[in-house]
């Protein structure tokens, strides 16, 4: 006879068996990659391939008055070589953006950025098609250039987008002059300024964010294969929404969505920069349905960071109002934002600076305003969400940063002003200011068990210490909320298609199973995750699981993986599903044991007859009944699938803690401890999860430390190579310290609420705090980014610190 | 990303190498490849011959002769890491070599293209000067000896004649009594210096009997700091003379701004890498 306690060791090893929700299991992924068995665009290679170049411009602004092909055209290999002309016919020298705007495939009259697309070129190899791009003659009319979005609507500013100058309305509103695109203003103006009126204390803050590029190791590229007998289009392409490019390939191209094929196939890295379209996929689109041959584009380096989207951008002021406990009565932000020369920027459609309003962050305040307003220059077109959700990075900074600042003014300590602040574990779901539902937080929690594990205190005392030796030392905190998981159709969308996502489950007759997702993994680790979901919803070992992903022909429509939305969508769709195929095997497994369906429980792996120990089911056996012994009336098999609109998003928060020590005469920042606890709810896997956070945090460190793409006065991309822009190795990166506290998400079927983003969001303000902290004696309120040692020179430098004595 | 068209030669010997580099119009010598080979792909250089010299054992190694440590121009950065000869007679070396690019480049990227290819940027130049290095180089009329000090002319632009092919770097030794210093500021693992110094002097007692001091990317060239060299010779250095030193090698500066930092910046972490150098020359040498 078995004792309790062997039962329950036995129930555990079950359980354990499945390598389910909890565990951390190896991911499915990495033997292929690390064997360099992946397949990545690149390749791909089918029998027939051509390959397209493109002849690019070296102006920033210019009016183009002739291009000559001839000499291209005669070199053999050389198929074709397409300009704005040729595509007209097709009314494919444009295309619209995401956000309502268009721009140009090939520049069309004029060219408003270094290195648009000017010309393609259609060879035989790589090689020639490169040599063939030297050969195409292009004539310029060089045009002032605007670079400094602060002058955009000047009233003498150059007018850069002539095909736009007579629209009142480029997609996101009315706008006030040829180079603006939209204001946007969220929150209540009047009574914020009554409440800077009546404050006690109000401080001011302007900061910049400076441009950065996501910059995933593979560079966009695709191959695309028309086969004129049947007209289908295959489309090989780095892409983190395969489904959506399906229905714009299909608007754009003509050819009916059910005869266009999108496979994303192994994705090397996206972070936002592979959800848009961009005019190299449109361009091998289009010779391939012109010369019926598959046509391979894949960028180089240089192309990529000269022209793919890149994120922030944003001028902001930040402003708070506050009695003199600190206590918030009111924020303002007001933002000017450089999106350039078109506007093409990846953000659910209506909202036109993203969620920037999620910028009242893990505080309770009354009352918010926010005011935006976008305008074009001649830069690289963009503003995607790089590792974050859209525009939360953005906001989690400004109020990070503004936080500080108040801290600062009042002389009050950085966490006991966020302690004062934050919204209490009683208030939730709260409901912000601007129009958002926090769903569930525990603040005072994740800031005090930081504050414990770093000796805060004692932090604090020794930088008292390195100050009276003159020494720098600085601690950066930050206490964030980001928002995920876009989002709910009823606000969000992506040209008209709502932001659900799906899965489709089907369990086989021997008890393995296969799921299909409208997500695309780019390195999350979907095959592993979505796999132990299933495993502890259905009880089928998680190894037993096969999950597809990324090939339009297969796959549920989905909108995609960014934005960290696969858990809170593509996860709840995947529990939802498998969940809707235990409700049928419960039937089939009543039946089996010709009891009723209420006398049936369910644990673990199998049915059991409440109360009669022995008569069970297990899922397996349900699994092969599915096929051949089901109730009357019930269909045969046993699968499933889930479209999951869900009802809020998920608000994943953290607490960060930088430590840094400055090297006063070189600004070299030495990053001695960064400390950083995650709640993203439900962990399906502790060890993914613990590498997305490291992941998070090396972009982080990246961004705030050295990444920029600055422009001279010409409209010159500077640092348009991998010397310059800053792409950490394991020498430069800190050492990471994790931590976490579990407060599930109330709505989503799981409790998780999605973590890749959070590290990244929450640590980029947490190590300019640190150096801003490290100078706060000198009065120092905030130092914008990067923080490469030669601008921390220049601060150190112009306050003097650099002097001997 | 994709070079022009260009022959592709692997010459037997550096007579070979020689001739081949004298018949043919724009050839171009191929060492370790990570300065040419990026500006063919970016198409600033479109070199119509290249001369690769990485079959030529008679280029690598490295030996004593006498005193004198005698590197082949085709020993790779990783070789002089880990050669014991040189760890014995030129530690400064295995610091210089460990700080060069990374990994990969090191594999692959040699001592004589580096110091060949003239580019202000790269590490060796100015530790050459410093360490007072004479270079063995080899043309159609035979083989020659030339001076590191006066060998750097300007950016891409050295005492190496068209038709020339370095073929061996010999190093003095440092004094008994002598010590070094190299500091190198940089931005990340594989990028060149913002600034970087080095210091090699030899001692009188107390007193500074020899010092030269090389500056790695804050002029067209690598240069010597002979100013600060003339005002610390002879003298017991100490903080004071140190801070007046830096000042000179700021005087001496003349880099060009980039992502890096501006003309300010670079100059000042000239005089900081300097001071560091000299202090750990010091140091060395009193040990």
């Known amino acids: 006879m078995a004792t309790a306690e062997d039962r329950v060791k ?366 074009y220059t001649n830069k690289s077109p963009g503003g995607v969400a790089y590792r974050c959700s859209f525009r939360v990075t953005e906001a989690v900074y400004v109020i990070e940063r503004m936080m500080d600042v108040l801290a600062q003014k009042l002389g009050i300590d950085k966490a006991e002003i966020r302690r004062r602040n934050f919204v209490k574990p009683e208030q939730f779901p709260y409901e912000t200011c601007l129009g958002w539902e926090l769903d569930s937080g525990d603040y005072h929690t994740a800031l005090d068990k930081v504050l414990a594990a770093v000796d805060y205190e004692g932090l604090r005392k020794e930088q008292a210490e390195k100050r009276a030796k003159g020494e720098l030392m600085g601690i950066g905190l930050v206490t964030f909320t980001e928002v995920v998981g876009a989002g709910p159709s009823k606000n969000c969308d992506i040209l008209g298609v709502g932001m659900f996502d799906s899965a489709e489950i089907r369990v086989h007759p021997t008890g393995s199973a296969i799921a299909r997702m409208g997500t695309i993994t780019q390195g999350q680790g979907h095959q592993t995750t979505y796999a132990q979901i299933i495993a502890s919803e259905l009880g089928i070992p ?254 150190l430098h112009e306050l003097g610190a650099d002097k001997r004595d | 990303m994709i070079p022009s068209g260009f022959e592709y030669h692997r010459p037997s010997s550096v007579q070979d190498a020689i001739r081949l580099l004298n018949e043919n119009e724009d050839a171009k010598i191929l060492a370790g490849g990570h300065s040419l080979l990026p500006m063919m792909k970016l198409r600033f250089a479109e070199p119509a011959h290249l001369i690769d010299l990485n079959g030529l054992a008679e280029l690598k190694g490295i030996r004593l002769d006498g005193d004198t440590l005698c590197i082949g121009a085709m020993t790779t950065e990783n070789e002089l890491i880990d050669s014991d000869l040189v760890k014995q007679h030129c530690p400064l070396l295995v610091d210089v070599a460990k700080l060069v690019a990374d990994p990969q480049v090191r594999n692959r990227g040699t001592v004589g293209g580096d110091v060949a290819h003239g580019d202000p940027g790269n590490d060796h130049p100015a530790v050459m000067l410093a360490l007072d290095a004479e270079f063995v180089i080899q043309g159609p009329d035979g083989e020659r000896r030339q001076a590191a000090n006066g060998f750097f002319l300007g950016t891409y632009w050295t005492g190496l004649e068209e038709g020339e092919v370095m073929t061996e770097i010999r190093i003095p030794p440092i004094p008994a009594n002598g010590g070094y210093g190299y500091n190198k500021l940089k931005r990340k693992t594989g990028d060149y210096a913002t600034a970087g110094s080095t210091v090699v002097l030899e001692l009188d007692g107390a007193s500074c009997k020899e010092i030269r001091i090389g500056l790695t990317n804050v002029a067209p060239m690598a240069i010597r700091a002979e100013a600060a060299e003339d005002l610390l010779r002879g003298q017991n250095i100490d903080e004071a003379l140190i801070e007046q030193a830096a000042e000179l090698v700021m005087q001496a500066c003349d880099p060009a701004e980039d992502l890096r930092g501006d003309i300010q910046y670079k100059t000042h972490m000239a005089a900081e890498m300097t001071r560091r150098s000299i202090r750990d020359a010091l140091a060395r040498a009193g040990s």
């Open chain 1, 542 to 795: 998680s190894e037993e699981i096969q999950i597809e992903e990324g090939d339009t022909d297969t796959a549920p429509y989905g909108l995609g993986t960014y934005g960290s939305r696969s858990t809170p969508v593509g996860g709840a769709a995947t529990a939802v599903a498998a969940r809707k195929i235990r409700d049928k095997a419960r039937k089939i497994a009543a039946h089996l044991m010709e009891v009723s369906e209420d006398d049936v429980e369910w644990d673990i792996d199998r049915f059991k007859v409440k109360g009669v120990p022995g008569q069970e089911k297990t899922m397996k056996e349900v699994a092969w009944a599915a096929y051949n012994n089901v109730p009357e009336g019930m269909e045969m098999g046993l699968e499933a699938v889930d479209y999951y609109d869900p009802p809020n998003f998920t608000y994943p928060f953290g607490t960060y803690l930088c430590v840094v020590d400055i090297d006063k005469y070189t600004g070299v920042v030495d990053i001695r401890r960064f400390y950083a606890l995650d709640d993203c709810g439900t962990r399906i896997n502790p060890m993914i999860i613990e590498g997305q956070v490291h992941g998070g945090l090396n972009e982080g460190f990246a961004v705030a430390m050295g990444q920029e793409m600055p422009y001279d006065e010409e409209g010159n991309l500077l640092g348009n190579t991998f010397m310059d822009y800053f792409i950490p190795t394991f020498v430069e990166t800190p050492h990471w310290e994790t931590d976490y506290t579990v407060t599930p998400s109330p709505h989503h079927p799981l409790g998780a609420k999605g973590v890749a983003e959070s590290p990244h969001v929450g640590s980029i303000p947490c190590f300019t705090a640190a150096i801003v902290d490290a100078l706060a004696h000198l009065d120092v309120t905030h130092v914008d980014m990067p923080h490469n040692a030669y601008r921390v020179w220049q601060t």
């Open chain 1, 10 to 375: 036995a129930d555990i090893e079950r359980e354990d068996a499945l390598q389910g929700i909890g565990c951390s299991r190896k991911r499915k992924e990495d033997p292929r990659f690390v064997q360099g068995k992946g397949t990545y665009v690149d390749d791909v290679k089918l029998p027939g391939t051509l390959y397209a170049d493109l002849v690019r411009s070296p102006f920033a602004h210019a009016r183009i008055k002739g291009i000559n092909k001839e000499k291209a055209l005669a070199l053999p290999g050389v198929h074709a070589v397409l300009t704005a002309e040729d595509l007209k016919p097709l009314n494919l020298h444009w295309m619209p953006t995401l956000a309502g705007d268009v721009q140009a495939v090939l520049a069309d009259e004029k060219v408003h950025m270094q290195y648009q697309e000017v010309a393609v070129v259609i060879a035989d190899d790589r090689y020639i098609a490169a040599d063939a791009v030297d050969l195409v003659e292009v004539e310029y009319e060089a045009l002032p250039v605007l670079v400094d979005p602060h002058k955009a609507l000047d009233p003498d500013a150059p007018i850069l987008r002539e095909d736009a100058e007579d629209k009142d309305n480029v997609g996101q509103g009315p706008r006030k002059h040829p180079n603006h695109i939209f204001n946007w203003q969220v929150g209540d103006a009047e009574a914020t300024e009554r409440a800077f009126d009546e404050a006690e204390v109000t401080v001011k803050q302007e900061m910049y964010y400076p441009r950065v590029h996501p910059s995933p190791l593979e560079t966009c590229g695709c191959v695309a294969s028309f086969d004129k007998v049947n007209g289908k289009l295959d489309v090989y392409i780095t892409s983190q929404a395969p489904h959506v490019v399906r229905t714009v390939v299909s608007m754009l191209s003509g050819v009916p969505e059910s005869k266009v094929r999108i496979v994303s196939p192994d994705i090397g890295g996206g972070f936002g920069n592979k959800v848009g379209i961009y005019p190299g996929y449109v361009t091998a689109i289009v010779a391939s349905i012109v010369i019926g041959r598959p046509v391979k584009w894949i960028e180089d380096r240089m192309e990529h960071l000269s022209t793919t989207a890149w994120a922030r951008d944003y001028w902001m002021t930040g402003e708070l109002a506050a009695d003199k406990d600190g206590r918030i009565k009111g924020l303002k932000v007001d933002v000017l934002a450089d999106h350039g020369a078109f506007n093409s920027h990846a953000q659910p459609t209506k909202w036109p600076a993203g969620f920037l309003s999620i910028c009242t962050g893990s505080y309770d305040i009354p009352v918010a305003h926010v005011n935006v307003d976008g305008v």
